[in-house]
């Protein structure tokens, strides 16, 4: 059964650091690795797109990197912002299943 | 639309009650998906619906819920005799087919009193 973990649960910075979310997964037969974030009480955003074929993609200040050899995935913000403050959650879809299986998300929050 | 649309955004009822929750997907987008979230919790899988084929059921919960989705339109999420256990945001999402890119709504947050 695939699992999908994400650490740490909970990340605090400064304004202007960049930073790594990880998310790791136990089944590396996945089409494709999704990353959203969710800010309170709001529905999931979703940030980038990272079909199985791929290693990388990228938008703006955000890089997400995926390593299905070793089952994980990496959010890279760049120069972080107090607007980033949310929760992050990374998400992928097995080629047995039909729907994302979610790990828990990582709460960020950006202090000016 | 635009995007993803959920009616009502906040419903709250009495434990016993049926509540109906309504999903209109982006225009186009064949797979159609309900997750459940609780408060502090990650994201639970109920159905998914492609098109016409038969929906997958295997993340509902219990035989009080129930999905339909007329073609590739709007869906609705039912819960019959609802419990205090049911209160959570309902989310729908949609994609234009199983491994594009998944679009989500606001939700639907229920309370169950």
């Known amino acids: 059964k695939q699992e999908v973990t994400q650490i740490p649960a909970a990340l605090s910075v400064p304004e202007g650091e960049n930073l790594v979310l990880n998310c790791s997964f136990t089944?590396?037969?996945?089409?494709?690795l999704q990353w959203f974030r969710q800010d309170p009480g709001k529905g999931l955003t979703s940030l980038l797109l990272?079909?199985?074929?791929?290693r990388e993609q990228t938008s703006g200040r955000l890089n997400a990197s995926l390593d299905k050899s070793s089952g994980r995935s990496t959010l890279y913000i760049a120069a972080s912002q107090p607007g980033d403050s949310a929760t992050y959650l990374c998400?992928?879809?097995?080629?047995?299943?039909?729907?994302?299986?979610f790990g828990k998300g990582t709460t960020l929050s950006v202090s000016s | 639309g635009a995007g993803v649309s959920q009616s009502p955004s906040n419903k709250v009822t009495e434990k016993g009650k049926d509540v109906e929750l309504r999903c209109d997907p982006i225009s186009g987008h064949t797979a159609l998906y309900w997750y459940r979230q609780r408060l502090g919790q990650g994201l639970e899988f109920l159905i998914y619906f492609q098109g016409n084929s038969a929906p997958d059921k295997s993340g509902l919960p219990s035989d009080r819920f129930s999905a339909e989705r007329t073609g590739e339109s709007v869906s609705t999420l039912t819960i019959q005799r609802t419990q205090q256990e049911d209160s959570a945001v309902y989310l729908c999402?949609?994609?234009?087919?199983?491994?594009?890119?998944?679009?989500f709504g606001e939700g639907s947050r229920l309370t169950v009193l």
């Open positions: 998400a992928l879809l097995n080629q047995a299943g039909t729907a994302l299986i």
């Open positions: 999402a949609s994609s234009l087919g199983v491994t594009g890119e998944l679009f």
């Open positions: 089944d590396s037969a996945i089409y494709n």
């Open positions: 990272i079909q199985s074929s791929q």
